[in-house]
């Protein structure tokens, strides 16, 4: 359980999408007054180095974020995130990648609230030092699969949830779908986002078929595929699921995706794809 480092994969494509999906996600609710809590099951350590020796090992970042780095002509839905981007970045070079309990912070104003989860204790020291001067934020350290029984309904009503586990093992769906219904069941009004890699053998739409029979909530899945030939062999897919996405998030999404994949993958073979489930 403590062997995943998400180090070795900081800044790879996965990330680029992901994270500038949950940027929208975040910028959403700071169109009303009210404030949110956002809660990140599966935190990391919350920002990377890119010049640490495990992200130097295979480069993933190289074939992600600094493929997308600098450039000036992008779509707005791209803006918060690429905006956190350069945060992070002051002088231009790209050093250090942000992982969601950063991007989050960056986006939330001072009245909304962060609940941080990591499960490795090496992680869970370096997330809390990363956030100690953090406004309203606590860190926990949990199982991220159970971490939602205990800090849910939350007491702003209004809240995203981002679950993004390390897939480490063999019955990491199945411990999600129940996390995530567990959630719903004392939240039902929040938006549920939850990150999974795609390969083969592996359904790609099992959460997402299953989340449409059990919850009937409107629900959206985003995937994006890319050349296996330009990741050499790696994972080269990987997708979301939104339970309760804002109004027009299906579109935006697509207009991340389109722009992120013809910038990501050189060979013109990779593709998104956006499907919307209103019951």
């Known amino acids: 359980m403590f062997a995943y480092r998400h180090y070795f994969h900081a800044g790879n494509f996965a990330d680029v999408y992901k994270h500038a999906a949950l940027a929208q996600l975040i910028t959403h609710f700071q169109q009303k007054e009210k404030p949110m809590v956002y809660v990140d099951t ?23 974020v600094e493929r997308i780095f600098g450039i000036r002509d992008y779509p707005e ?26 991007i989050a912070r960056q986006l939330m104003r001072p009245v909304d609230r962060l609940i941080l989860n990591e499960f490795n204790p090496v992680d869970v020291e370096q997330l809390t030092t990363l956030c100690s001067r953090w406004p309203k934020t606590k860190v926990h350290r949990q199982d991220g699969f159970e971490i939602l029984r205990s800090v849910l309904p939350p007491i702003e009503r209004r809240g995203l949830i981002f679950m993004d586990s390390s897939f480490d093992s063999n019955n990491e769906f199945d411990r999600i ?6 959630g719903h069941k004392k939240f ?27 919850l009937r909530k409107p629900i959206l899945r985003g995937e994006i595929y890319l050349s296996s030939n330009e990741l050499g062999g790696r994972m080269n897919a990987c997708g979301l699921v939104v339970i309760n996405p804002p109004y027009t998030f299906d579109v935006k999404l697509r207009a ?15 593709r998104t794809d956006v499907e919307f489930f209103e019951p």
């Not at 779908?177 to 567990?182: D, G, H, L, P």
């Not at 929040?190 to 989340?211: E, H, K, M, R």
């Not at 992120?260 to 990779?270: H, I, N, T």
């Open 77 to 102: 839905e791209l803006e918060p995130y690429l905006s956190v981007l350069r945060n992070v970045n002051l002088n231009g070079e790209l050093k250090r990648y942000p992982g969601s309990p950063y």
């Open 42 to 64: 599966h935190s990391g350590v919350g920002q990377y180095d890119l010049q640490h020796e495990w992200a130097q090992k295979n480069k993933e970042y190289a074939l992600g």
């Open 256 to 270: 991340v995706g389109d722009w992120l994949v013809e910038r990501l993958d050189p060979s013109g073979a990779g």
């Open 188 to 214: 039902s009004t929040g938006v549920y986002a939850v990150w999974y890699p795609i390969s083969d053998g592996v359904d790609s739409t099992v959460l997402f078929q299953n989340f449409r029979a059990l």
């Open 177 to 182: 779908e129940k996390a995530i219904i567990a």
